[in-house]
C-alpha cells in the first residue's frame, strides 16, 4: 500500500508537470527523482555507474533500517555463486521493488541475467531500467538508463524473438534513447500489427505523436490506450491531444474523465483550471 500510495502521488505530480516539457524534449515519464552527476567516463563501452554506485544513491532518504538490511543483503554477495547468488539477489531486487527504487532493481535483475542468461532476468532488467529513466528528466543517469533497458532488451530479444513485452520495450527505449526513433517506431508498429490493443506500444506510440506534433494520430492511440486500462494521466493525454487539433467540447469530456479518476487534488485543480479556460 506504502509504495503504490508513493507511486501514485509522484504520477499525478507529474502529469502536471509532463506536458510543458513533453512538446520541447524527448519523450520522458512522469516522475522525478534526485539528479545526479556522471561518476566515470563513458568512452570505451565504460559503464557510468555500477549497481554500488546506484544503491548507495538509492539510499539516500530511506529508512535507515531497510538500507541496512539492503546492505548487509550485498554483503553476502561476496564470494556467492550459482543458485545461491540468485536467491541473495532476488531477495535484493523484491527489497527495491517493496521500495519503488526501479534503477537499483535494474541493475540487480542485469546481475541475475549474467550468472544465469535466462530471457525473464534479461526482461525484467528491461523492464526495471525503462520505469526507473522514465521517471527521470533529462539527467546523464537517465540517459545511462534507456541505454542499459535498451541493451537489456535486445538481449530479451536474442533469446526470443516472439515475445511482444522485450519488442516492446526495445522499441519504446529506441525512441527515447537512440537519435533514430523511427526504428523504435517500426518495432512498436510491428508489436500492434500483431496485438492492436497492446497497452505499452499503444500508450508509447501516443506520446511520441504528441512529441512530434501530430495529435490527431496520438487522439487514436489514446482512445485505444483508455479502451484497455482507463486512468487519469491516458485520459489528460487524450484531452491535450484534441485540445491541440481544436476539439475543445471533447477536451472539455475527456479533462474530466481525468479528474474524476484523479487520485489527488492536486491534479484535480490543475484540470479545473485547463476546463475554465477551454470553456471562455
Known sequence: MKKTKQIQIAVVLGVVLIMGLLLAQPIKGLVTEPQVEETASSGGGM?????????????????????????????????????????????????????A??????FVYEEMAKTNPKFEYWLQAGDAYR????????TVLARELNRLAMDSYQQA????????????GLGATMVTGTNNPMAGIAI?????????????????????SMQSRQFDRAVD???????????????FYLATSYENIGLKNEAIAAFQKSKEM????????????????LSK
Open 188 to 208: 512498436l508498429r510491428e508489436v500492434v500489427a500483431i496485438d492492436p490493443k497492446n497497452l505499452e506500444a499503444n500508450k508509447t506510440l501516443g506520446l511520441f
Open 47 to 99: 559503464r557510468m555507474f555500477t549497481m554500488e554506485d546506484v544503491s548507495a544513491m538509492s539510499k539516500q532518504g530511506i529508512n535507515p533500517t531497510l538500507a541496512d538490511e539492503i546492505s548487509k543483503l550485498e554483503g553476502q554477495l561476496a564470494g556467492s555463486e550459482g543458485e545461491d547468488r540468485i536467491a541473495i539477489l532476488e531477495q535484493i531486487a523484491q527489497k527495491w521493488d517493496d521500495l
Open 221 to 235: 492511440r489514446f482512445l485505444t490506450v483508455i479502451e484497455i486500462k482507463p486512468d487519469a494521466e491516458s485520459y
Open 262 to 277: 484523479a487520485a489527488d487534488p492536486t491534479l484535480s485543480q490543475f484540470i479545473e483550471r485547463r476546463i475554465e479556460e
Open 131 to 138: 520505469k526507473a529513466y522514465t521517471n527521470l528528466q533529462d
Open 101 to 106: 527504487k526501479f534503477a537499483p532493481q535494474g
Open 157 to 168: 530479444v536474442d533469446l526470443d524473438g516472439s515475445s511482444l513485452a522485450a519488442k516492446t
